[in-house]
């Protein structure tokens, strides 16, 4: 199975900072690869799908980037609704892989 | 609106089953694989199985495979996860979730909890 290390596992940032959140795949992934959103007793939301593609809906401030191995999530001016977990998916192949998750917190 | 909505969640003992359902509605159910995905108490995401549209294609986790069941009824715009043989560790908010295939998971459901414990 391909691992997905995600790094860092937590963050502390204040409103109107740039963040950046590594993804890194065991293997090649090509650009298979989404980010999700998830806040406390909620349901996950797709932020960037195919590493680099915003989903319809998603503020221009969530960007993503890379391709084969290494991934990233940028969140260029954080605003209060932005604090909660980031997850990284791999849609490669089976079985599909998570990264552990980032939690972003506020400063 | 596409909507997902998951039901059958509940306490059960260890070596028990349930029967996970998720409701789809909004969208042409049948023209798109699913998945199940779960999270236990304060951990991250897990995936567990996905389903192709006709079911021809299943796969399931290492940590499920043998116990659980991943089916659809697309008369019924309806996805099912048939667990058996729980475990403690089974514990968990499972998610539904529309696979877009390279284009992500979208939507989820609101997720429905299962406990397992004596």
């Known amino acids: 199975a391909i691992q997905m290390t995600q790094s860092p596992s937590s963050l502390s940032a204040s409103v109107g900072d740039r963040v950046t959140i590594t993804c890194r795949a065991s293997?090649?992934?090509?650009?298979?690869l989404g980010w999700y959103q998830q806040k406390p007793g909620k349901a996950p939301k797709l932020l960037i799908y195919a590493a680099s593609s915003l989903q319809s809906g998603v503020p221009s401030r969530f960007s993503g980037s890379g391709s084969g191995t290494d991934f990233t999530l940028t969140i260029s001016s954080l605003q209060p609704e932005d604090f909660a977990t980031y997850y990284c998916l791999q849609d490669y192949n089976y079985p599909r892989t998570f990264g552990q998750g980032t939690k972003l917190e506020i400063k | 609106e596409v909507q997902l909505v998951e039901s059958g969640g509940g306490l059960v003992k260890p070596g028990g089953s349930l029967r996970l359902s998720c409701a789809a509605s909004?969208?042409?159910?049948?023209?798109?694989?699913m998945n199940w995905v779960r999270q236990a108490p304060g951990k991250g995401l897990e995936w567990v199985s996905s389903?192709?549209?006709?079911?021809?294609?299943?796969y399931y986790a290492d940590s499920v495979k043998g116990r659980f069941t991943i089916s659809r009824d697309n008369a019924k715009n309806s996805l099912y996860l048939q667990m058996n043989s729980l475990r403690a560790e089974d514990t968990a908010v499972y998610y539904c979730?529309?696979?877009?295939?390279?284009?992500?998971?979208?939507?989820w459901g609101q997720g429905t909890l299962v406990t397992v414990s004596s």
């Open positions: 909004g969208f042409t159910f049948s023209s798109y694989s």
């Open positions: 979730a529309r696979d877009l295939i390279v284009e992500g998971f979208d939507p």
């Open positions: 293997q090649g992934i090509r650009n298979d």
């Open positions: 389903i192709s549209s006709s079911s021809s294609y299943i």
